[in-house]
């Protein structure tokens, strides 16, 4: 153990700390498991296996146990096993009397490293003490015959076959590693032979297979359900991140539960036995079937060799059994239930109001509504409710309805809304009224039954139900399962099932941000989708709400943004005041680069100097429970002030309009769950040459965007990015246009900016003027009759988008010729195929509208003389079009210095909402 050292840096810059308590051993021909136990055991070791003591954290002086992980398989293979100590540290002595032990049958020992901070078994690692990876300073056989022969020297030999699919990298081993191991070589050779050697590299084995959640319930391969929301199956899903807690408690408020079946785990004390509403006392025992089957999908035992796994198995059962189904029942079951420990409630019930039309009916809302008041506001419960099973889209069934409540859909197999024409042929339909949350699987579902003949399952005996009158469609030989279970009753325990999981991941977060994820990771299936006003999390289906469940996307969501302004938390739509969201986001330009970031402050933010290279700063920031992973920062800028920009063409372009700038620091591997990070770039003297407007009187400078994504922010990629108020409605895209400009008194001046945009088709748009921060005295004027001169790089001539034909334009379809008079000659005019005629468009701004002002002519064009804090100006445009606008006024003579004016526009679309905008601060000099 001595010739180990104490630490070690991984590949990825992170250290590996020895751990005195384990080792591997490697052998030269294979070995049974049980030859090796018996032959540790005498030197006070064993085999390490799961589910025994497993490391904790260092936390200060406190050593933090880790419960051990149901996945976990130790990484066993016919020649190396890892052993662990019996009886504390693994000392020099005990070392070196168990290699002396095994002899010649070792080939090695490995010393066993903790990688990070990553807690249990899973974080321990033995970096190979016989194996360095290296990389040559320069290609060629060359170079690659004298390391080979410098090499040998250190006992060191290439395998070629391994070699030759590492890359850059060469695969040596140690031909002795027992007189000088790889630890000891590694330092040594980057030192004595860096003239062909660049890097060395370990090679390292976890101590648990790194497999991907595959439960042994023998009931999992029927429960298509679970695969479809990546709770488990192929592949990396829900379950590699969380099955549960026992300590997070998930209420299944129904008919009670079998309160001895094997494969429902119930919380202790009080809570595991529930209550039965009829006499308030325990226990939750069953009045039904529909209970015990709703508490399998969400909390059938996970990983135990029998029946069906829930979406949070590992979570804890609390059953609250309706006696009479009364509304006062109800609202006591969601009270006991939140008053007794539960962190989610599951209900898959509802009645309808005596005016719905539908039945069941007769319960008095108001009894319940104060009780999901307390639940969710006071006692910080999840509510789940089914959105009832009559196919209509006209409402749901309450407690569903109840804002506070997650309203669950159905979905078929199909991954459609289940309808009476499904495949399934169950000839019944999933309601989907306004205000449905999500939709989760619910045809054919397998779950827990009432055990023998007392459920849905009658195979062992007793009167059969219709659907179970063929084993083993139905269920199991016993009668503990049921094969059909549907409904949205089915549904909705798969919504409180992920509820459970992301609470028992994330235990800080709030009901509300479970049910925001829950709703911003569903996938989008089942029709297109599309922005819905009044719904915050993305875009909806009318039949789907915002999609069918995703629990690896919700277990592992991260939510990078940039902020639109100081109080920005990230949500969407983000809600600046006044909608100025283009005035102090996260984006700041410098002209050092002293890492000074205050986009409050515009004259720390909004600063450019000629001559030299200035920076540009973009803060990023994480607001998902989940690390970010490979978070990339982008930037454009356009040689314009601006008032509307078009996600993509605007912020992925890169032309004569949109100038990338240089990244300095802009891709990082991760960024932790609340933190935050600073994007750098560089803008050059020639592009600030190019970009800012430098001409006499027209100061200012353009308008910088910026992007922001990250592997696991599945927000950003299901989202719809059409229509305006786009940066505010998507955190991902932000932009910053504030011009700081310098002024001397009695100084006549001029703003220019272009509104509209190439890709926006509109015919009208309303641009609003603030003045609210210019005195009155001062006059204040928008010129809408602007010739574009201040903006030298932009084509502002008229556009056709694409391919189509202008109005009143025409197109030959054949090769014409056409005889005409063209000037004094009288000849044969020859058109090809697809040549065009087209009118000319149209230019500039038409009719005018103004609330606030007024419009007036000078010097034959048009000006709109701003006479309140704010004007409102209507315009008729030109779609497809860029058109210059200038804000004028005059600095008074009796300005003194350091005094501040600020002008602001923005623009407006046809449905009135804020598409972009731009500011000035005048500071006198």
């Known amino acids: 153990m001595e010739r180990f050292p104490k630490e070690l840096r991984h590949g990825s810059g992170a250290i590996m700390v020895l751990d005195p308590t384990h080792l591997l051993l490697s052998f030269r021909e294979p070995q049974s498991p049980q030859d090796v136990e018996e032959r540790v055991r005498e030197y006070g070791m ?39 100590s019996q009886a504390g540290s693994i000392d020099q002595e005990r070392f070196n009397a168990l290699q002396n032990a095994m002899g010649d049958a070792l080939e090695w020992i490995g010393p066993v490293y903790r990688l990070g901070n990553v807690p249990g078994l899973g974080g321990l690692v033995c970096p190979l003490p016989n194996v360095l990876l290296l990389r040559t300073t320069q290609p060629g056989e060359e170079v690659q015959r004298n390391l080979d022969r410098r090499l040998k020297r250190y006992g060191l030999s290439e395998v070629r076959e391994k070699s030759q699919y590492l890359g850059e990298y060469r695969y040596y ?102 209550i039965n509403l009829g006499t308030m006392a325990p226990p939750g025992s069953p009045t039904g079937p529909h209970g015990t089957a709703c508490a399998g999908i969400v909390l059938g035992r996970f990983n135990n060799s029998a029946g069906v796994a829930g979406v949070a198995g590992n979570c804890s059962l609390m059953p609250v059994a309706f006696q009479n189904w009364t509304d006062a029942e109800c609202a006591a079951g969601i009270n006991w239930a939140a008053n007794n420990g539960a962190r989610v409630i599951s209900m898959s019930f509802g009645v309808y109001a005596p005016g719905d039309g539908f039945g069941p009916t007769g319960w008095n809302f108001a009894i319940i509504d104060p009780a999901i008041n307390n639940a969710v506001n006071t006692r910080g419960c999840v509510l789940v409710a089914a959105t009832g099973n009559e196919n209509t889209g006209v409402i749901n069934r309450y407690p569903a309805r109840n804002p506070l409540v997650i309203a669950v859909g159905g979905s078929d197999q199909a991954d459609n809304r289940k309808n009476p024409m499904s495949a399934d042929g169950e000839c019944w339909g999933a309601n989907f009224g306004p205000g449905i949350s999500v939709v989760a699987p619910c045809v054919q579902i397998p779950t827990t039954d009432i055990q023998g003949a007392g459920g849905y399952n009658t195979n062992n005996g007793g009167p059969r139900l219709v659907a179970c009158v063929n084993y083993p469609s139905c269920g199991d030989a016993a009668g503990d399962y049921f094969f059909q279970f549907n409904g949205t009753s089915s549904a909705t325990p798969h919504v409180a099932g992920l509820a459970g999981a992301i609470r028992s991941q994330y235990a800080a977060l709030t009901p509300g941000q479970v049910r925001d994820i829950i709703e911003r990771t569903a996938d989008k299936v089942g029709g297109a989708y599309a922005d819905a006003p009044g719904f915050p999390n993305g875009t909806r289906n009318n039949q789907m709400g915002y999609g069918r469940i995703n629990m690896l996307r919700a277990l592992d969501f991260s939510d990078v943004f940039i902020k639109d302004w100081t109080g920005d938390t990230g949500v969407e739509p983000s809600t600046p005041p006044g909608s100025n969201f283009w005035t102090f986001s996260d984006i700041v330009v410098r002209i050092t680069d002293d890492n000074v970031f205050d986009p409050g402050d515009p004259s720390k933010s909004s600063n450019v100097e000629r001559g030299q290279t200035n920076y540009l700063y973009i803060r990023v920031t994480n607001n998902g429970p989940r690390e970010a992973r490979n978070v990339t920062v982008s930037a454009r800028i356009t040689p314009y002030v601006g008032l509307e920009f078009v996600y993509p063409a605007d912020w992925t372009s890169v032309d004569a309009t949109h100038v990338a700038p240089t990244p300095v620091t802009a891709t990082f591997p991760s960024i932790p769950a609340g933190g935050s990070a600073i994007a750098k770039f560089t803008i050059s003297s020639s592009q600030v040459d190019t970009l800012w407007g430098w001409i006499s009187g027209m100061s200012w400078h353009p308008c910088l965007l910026a992007m922001v994504n990250a592997d696991n922010d599945y927000a950003f990629t299901t989202v719809s990015t059409a229509g305006g108020g786009l940066v505010v409605r998507r955190n991902n895209l932000a932009q910053r246009n504030l011009s700081v400009i310098d002024v001397l008194s009695a100084t006549t001046l001029a703003f220019p900016f272009l509104a509209g945009n190439l890709f926006n088709s509109e015919h009208t748009m309303e641009i609003l003027v603030d003045r609210s921060r210019l005195p009155m005295a001062i006059p204040l004027y928008l010129g809408l009759d602007e010739d574009g001169k201040a903006f030298p790089q932009v084509d502002l001539t008229a556009k056709t988008p694409g391919d189509e034909q202008m109005e009143g334009g025409l197109v ?7 005889e005409a008079m063209l000037g004094c000659c009288r000849g044969i005019l020859t058109l090809e195929k697809g040549s065009r005629f087209d009118c000319p468009s149209a230019t500039g701004i038409g009719e005018v509208s103004v609330k606030g002002g007024e419009v007036i002519i000078r010097g034959g064009k048009r000006l709109v003389e701003v006479r309140e804090e704010q004007a409102v100006i209507r315009v008729e445009k030109q779609p497809n079009q860029l058109h210059p606008m200038a804000l004028r006024l005059e600095v008074p003579r009796e300005a003194q210095g350091g005094e501040e004016y600020l002008v602001s526009v923005a623009q407006r679309n046809e449905a009135g909402q804020t598409v972009g905008g731009a500011s000035a601060l005048y500071r006198v000099r």
Not at 812 to 818: A, D, H, L, S
Request: a negative charge; aromatic letters at 6%.
């Open 46 to 84: 064993a085999l390490a296996a799961p589910g025994g003591p497993t490391p904790g954290i260092e936390r200060g002086l406190e050593r933090v146990p880790r419960p051990a992980n149901p996945f976990e398989v130790i990484n066993h293979t016919d020649r190396r096993f890892w052993v662990r």
């Open 173 to 274: 081993v140690l031909d002795h590693p027992e007189d000088r191991n790889a630890y000891e070589l590694q330092s040594m050779l980057l030192e004595s032979e860096r003239e062909l050697v660049s890097d060395v590299q370990f090679e390292t084995m976890p101590m648990v297979v790194p497999i991907t959640a595959v439960p042994n319930d023998p009931l999992f391969p029927r429960q298509w359900d679970m695969t479809r929301i990546q709770a488990g199956g192929p592949g990396n899903t829900g379950w590699d991140i969380s099955t549960g807690a026992a300590g997070t408690i998930v209420c299944v408020l129904d008919q009670g539960c079998d309160l001895t079946h094997p494969d429902l785990q119930f919380a202790p004390g009080a809570a595991g036995q529930g």
């Open 812 to 818: 030959f379809i054949e090769r014409t010729r056409v």
